[in-house]
Nanobody
């Protein structure tokens, strides 16, 4: 059974940084595209970034040049480094992997950007 667990969220001031982690079990993460999504209060879930098995990355325009997605295969973990955070980055952040036709999600980690 695939399980994803996010960590690293918290309260940070505007302009600050956080690093989110997503650890996986039941799947060899390096063989699949891993993604980070977020859901802000009262809004739908949106794709933030993804990283392919080959290491290619994609970012939504609103986080380009501020966020970096990476993976550490030995730890079966994917990261989201978030810099220059803005209040509009406040959301629950979810890790995702499509695996044999099923979308697997973690429970999410809350990021709050506020002074």
């Amino acid at each position: 059974q695939v399980q994803l667990a996010e960590s690293g969220g918290g309260l940070v001031q505007p302009g600050g940084s956080l690093r989110l982690s997503c650890s996986a079990s039941g799947i060899t993460m390096r063989s699949y595209t891993m993604a980070w999504y977020r859901q802000a209060p009262g809004k739908g879930r949106e794709l933030v970034a993804h990283i392919s098995s080959g290491g290619s990355t994609f970012y939504v325009d609103s986080v380009k040049d501020r966020f970096t997605i990476s993976r550490e295969n030995a730890k079966n973990t994917v990261y989201l480094q978030m810099n220059t955070l803005k209040p509009e980055d406040t959301a629950v952040y979810y890790c995702n992997v499509p695996f044999y036709g099923t979308n697997y999600w973690g429970k999410g980690t809350l990021v709050t950007v506020s002074s």
